[in-house]
């Protein structure tokens, strides 16, 4: 079945540095491509995503390019802000339905 | 636009009691969802239903019931809770069940079974 894997635990970038968060996934289908992000008492909301291969989903200054060679689609920003603190999902749904099947998510923690 | 809410925000439940988890929409969206949060696990998906009158199981169905009968509400059974429940439990809505249709999560509900 389709998973989506997230390897790193916490991420503990300074801010204003680069931060990556990594993911890659596993389907035989042709999947749409999210990243969640949740903030401490809430419920997860949608990032960006990317519907096909070679999009790039972008928002507040983070970017994720769906790279269907290596099956990956990696979170990044060139500069962090504290505010950028929250765990961070990376997603997949194929291409026949809607259920989306979550990796283990990242928490980043930014230290100011 | 209160958008998504679950009932209740938290609740300590005894084992093998009946607990119904309540998640209403007002967007008017035609797919939900119903998601348990685990450390170290992420999020996975329950039950799901594309519209009011269906329901289908998801990745960890087992202990689970869901019912559909409108499309603003779609509650959350656990007929006869046990220890490994203990979780956080995310309603989600969709307006569609294409996998471009963003899904909005609500705010939770934190149950702990003992």
């Known amino acids: 079945g389709d998973s989506v894997v997230q390897t790193e635990g916490q991420v503990l970038p300074s801010e204003g540095d680069s931060l990556i968060v990594n993911c890659s996934y596993e389907t035989t289908q042709y999947p749409s491509l999210f990243w969640y992000v949740q903030y401490p008492g809430e419920g997860p909301q949608l990032h960006l995503k990317a519907m096909k291969a070679n999009d790039k989903g972008r928002n507040k200054g983070f970017e994720a390019m769906y790279r269907k060679e290596t099956t990956s689609f990696h979170l990044e920003k060139d500069s962090v802000q504290e505010s950028d603190s929250a765990v961070y999902f990376c997603?997949?749904?194929?291409?026949?339905?809607?259920?989306?099947?979550f990796g283990k998510g990242n928490q980043v923690v930014v230290i100011p | 636009i209160a958008g998504i809410t679950q009932a209740p925000t938290s609740q300590i439940l005894a084992a093998g009691r009946r607990m119904t988890l309540r998640c209403t929409q007002d967007?008017?969206?035609?797919?939900m969802y119903w998601y348990r949060q685990d450390l170290g696990l992420g999020l996975r998906l329950i039950h799901y239903s594309n519209t009011a009158g269906t329901t289908g199981k998801g990745e960890v169905p087992d202990g689970y019931s869901v019912s559909r009968a409108n499309t603003d509400d779609f509650p959350l059974t656990l007929a006869s809770a046990v220890p490994s429940q203990t979780s956080v439990y995310f309603c989600?809505?969709?307006?569609?069940?294409?996998?471009?249709?963003?899904?909005?999560f609500g705010p939770g509900t934190r149950l702990t079974v003992l």
């Open positions: 989600a809505s969709s307006e569609g069940q294409g996998n471009t249709d963003t899904q909005y």
């Open positions: 967007m008017r969206h035609n797919a």
């Open positions: 997603a997949l749904s194929d291409e026949w339905n809607n259920r989306l099947a």
